[in-house]
């Protein structure tokens, strides 16, 4: 069964980080692209990075670019998200998704809210 474990969201001021764990369980890691979405209230889903694990090659939207890094870890079977200088503006939930061989499978979100 396919799962992927959301966690490392919070509460921080403006300027501040916050890192992102996707845990991911229940297929072949390598094989796969992992990254982020979020969504703010009143507003659609964004995709925000990802990262194909195998050749390592990332994504950045324009909005996160220079702030956010997504790095993986093959031995935890894990992508993590840092986050550098939040803005109120990345204030969403956050949601990783997986696809694999043209399967496409989603986490649960973990809330990041960040103050002015």
């Known amino acids: 069964e396919v799962q992927l474990q959301a966690s490392g969201g919070g509460l921080v001021q403006a300027g501040g980080s916050l890192r992102l764990s996707c845990a991911a369980s229940g297929f072949t890691f390598e094989d796969s692209a992992i990254g982020w979405f979020r969504q703010a209230p009143g507003k659609g889903r964004e995709g925000v990075s990802c990262?194909?694990?195998?050749?390592?090659?990332?994504y950045y939207a324009d909005s996160v670019k220079g702030r956010f890094t997504i790095s993986s870890d093959s031995a935890k079977d894990t992508v993590y998200l840092q986050m550098n200088s939040l803005k109120p503006e990345d204030t969403a939930v956050y949601l990783c998704?997986?696809?694999?061989?043209?399967?496409?499978?989603w986490g649960q979100g973990t809330q990041v809210t960040v103050s002015s």
């Open positions: 998704n997986m696809v694999i061989k043209n399967n496409n499978y």
């Open positions: 990262i194909k694990i195998k050749d390592g090659s990332t």
